[in-house]
């Protein structure tokens, strides 16, 4: 079956710089979480949209943005990128507007230097 | 503030035994409870989950149990196996946003 994919998976930046992370939802799927987990965290959710539009927002930085395209896929805006930035960043879908189980992806892992 | 809490960072089971993972949660209104599974470097893996409005949720090996008044579930692997070590995450969330909140993970290893 279909997972949600992730990419990439590894990403090296140096402090300042931008990043873009992308997530591709399981088909048929609708609503794409992300979380955030620093090391030895747990995931810290941080945004989630359904058909395109913010559906919920948690613990999401003004330097990040993110938003859902027309093929549901979603992207992760990353600014001026901090030390303490550098985690696992996932990506989970769901169905049915988010009711259902969300499903998680590979995740990238971000180093910020 | 965590709202969900794995109070034990790890468990050692051996091989055939069961397991036993706990988590507690402090907000009322979650409604719907996860398990997953997460190996190093990959994502969480869905194992099981359970509304609120049940007690006990089974899906082969793994069952999950739900004490709405205590705020705490548990899963239960019966029999435990080897690959079953990893590192097991609970999380709630509730119908006003379905996020989740994570609790902090219970290391499991199941030695031969």
């Known amino acids: 079956a279909a997972g949600v994919i992730q990419s990439p998976r590894h990403l090296i930046k140096e402090k300042r710089e931008t990043a873009t992370l992308k997530c591709y939802p399981i088909?048929?799927?609708?609503?794409v979480y992300w979380y955030q987990q620093g090391p030895g965290q747990d995931p810290q959710f941080l945004i989630s949209f359904y058909e395109k539009m913010q559906s919920d927002k948690g613990s999401i930085p003004d330097r990040f943005s993110a938003q859902q395209f027309s093929d549901y896929h979603s992207e992760l805006n990353m600014s001026s990128l901090e030390l303490g930035d550098s985690a696992l960043y996932f990506c989970?879908?769901?169905?049915?507007?988010?009711?259902?189980?969300?499903?998680f992806g590979p995740g990238t892992r971000l180093t910020v230097l | 503030d965590q709202q969900v809490k794995q109070n034990s960072p790890s468990l050692s089971v051996q091989e055939g035994r069961i397991s036993i993972l706990n988590c507690d949660y402090t907000n009322s209104m979650f409604d719907y409870f996860l398990w997953y599974k997460k190996y190093p470097a990959e994502g969480p893996t869905f194992l099981i989950s359970?509304?609120?409005?049940?007690d006990k949720n089974e899906d082969g090996r793994f069952t999950v149990f739900l004490n709405k008044s205590a705020k705490h579930l548990s899963l239960h692997i019966v029999p435990s196996q080897p690959g079953d070590s990893a590192v097991y995450f609970c999380a709630a969330s509730s119908n006003s946003g379905y996020a989740l909140n994570f609790g902090k993970g219970t290391s499991l290893l199941v030695t031969p």
């Open positions: 088909p048929r799927h609708d609503t």
């Open positions: 359970i509304s609120s409005i049940k």
């Open positions: 989970a879908s769901s169905g049915s507007g988010g009711a259902d189980t969300q499903y």
